[in-house]
């Protein structure tokens, strides 16, 4: 079993940058791979970026240049770095892991940007 809990939302005026953190406790030794999910109100959740165990990145179209994920030298914290942020990424945002056998979700951290 692997838990994960989120922090670092809030709110930021537009143009404004946030950093998620997501620390992982447990079995986190057979974790693969690690990503940031969000789910704005009423739309489905979806991929925002992840990293593998070996360090292959991946970013949805609407996160590359602006959004920037990595993870701790121990891979038990995950990071986002989230740059000149839109009112259209408001959402909650929610860490993932995946060991080969099942995907864990944290309880969601939410991102609101407003003026």
């Known amino acids: 079993q692997v838990q994960l809990v989120e922090s670092g939302g809030g709110l930021v005026q537009p143009g404004g940058s946030l950093r998620l953190v997501c620390t992982a406790s447990?079995?986190?030794?057979?974790?693969?791979?690690m990503g940031w999910y969000r789910q704005a109100p009423g739309k489905e959740r979806e991929l925002v970026a992840h990293?593998?165990?070996?360090?292959?990145?991946n970013y949805a179209g609407s996160a590359k240049g602006r959004f920037t994920i990595s993870n701790s030298n121990s891979k038990n914290i995950l990071y986002l770095q989230m740059n000149s942020l839109k009112p259209e990424d408001t959402a909650v945002y929610y860490c993932?892991?995946?060991?080969?056998?099942?995907?864990?979700w944290g309880q969601g951290t939410q991102v609101t940007v407003s003026s």
């Open positions: 993932n892991a995946f060991d080969y056998v099942q995907n864990y």
């Open positions: 447990g079995e986190i030794r057979n974790i693969y791979a």
């Open positions: 990293i593998t165990s070996g360090g292959t990145t």
